[in-house]
């Protein structure tokens, strides 16, 4: 009986591995070429019963966590193994599933941050209802950005292990500014398809002014667990 469950657990697993093969890079093209139809996507899914959204598609959360965060984890914990510092392989035997749930909370501090900044600035009610369909095009939106952040952590991680520097970590600043960009630009067509009758420089404005408190909450998120895992792992 165990071992028909083990089976069918693996058989699950398998399938959902292959799907992902094919959904991830699907999806993220798709809002790389058109970040405006993350917003009008999650808008049609929302109206469908749960169980059968994001049929086409990955979920918002499941491709940010496989596109931002899990690059971000992979790569920190690869340098972490090189390290013989004491607090580093302390970090790293957290195990793979704990440091991505840690690098969620810091995370989601962007999409999380720009959606509140949309709904506060838009007047918009204080409840999960009418956050949560800003919060998941946030989710598609913001992931293409911050997997520009690993460049950055290659930048800083790699000369202090005596590790040679990537192709794009000699150039993290060029990689983040490329997405920083695209991040503008995707929450500009955002705000477009949201609101027909602004115009152009009033989207492009005002997406700037919803980025801004992402980067606010992502950074005071950040701080606080690096205070926590300091005192933790001391």
């Not at 997406?207 to 933790?232: D, E, H, M, S, T």
């Amino acid at each position: 009986m165990n071992f028909v469950k083990i089976l069918r657990s693996v058989e699950e697993f398998v399938f959902v591995a292959a799907t992902w093969i094919v959904f991830v890079p699907k999806t993220f093209l798709k809002i790389l070429v058109r970040p405006r139809w993350a917003y009008d996507y999650v808008q049609e899914e929302s109206e469908k019963a749960p169980e059968v959204r994001y049929d086409a598609y990955v979920s918002p959360i499941l491709f940010w966590i496989i596109v931002a965060v899990v690059p971000f984890v992979v790569v920190i914990r690869y340098y972490f193994s090189f390290s013989s510092s004491s607090a580093d392989s302390d970090f790293v035997k957290l195990g793979f599933e704990n440091t991505v749930i840690i690098f969620t909370v810091f995370m989601v501090g962007l999409p999380l941050g720009i959606a509140l900044g949309r709904n506060w600035f838009n007047s918009a009610a204080n409840s999960r209802t009418a956050l949560e369909p800003v919060f998941l095009t946030q989710c598609y939106c913001v992931a293409p950005f911050e997997l520009t952040f690993v460049a950055g952590v290659l930048r800083l991680m790699a000369p202090d292990f005596k590790q040679p520097v990537p192709f794009v970590g000699k150039y993290w600043y060029v990689v983040i500014a490329i997405g920083f960009i695209w991040l503008w630009l995707a929450e500009t067509s955002v705000i477009k398809a949201d609101t027909a009758n602004t115009s152009t420089f009033k989207s492009v404005t005002w997406a700037l002014l919803y980025i801004l408190p992402g980067l606010v909450v992502i950074a005071l998120i950040g701080l606080g667990i690096i205070w926590g895992l300091g005192n933790l792992l001391d």
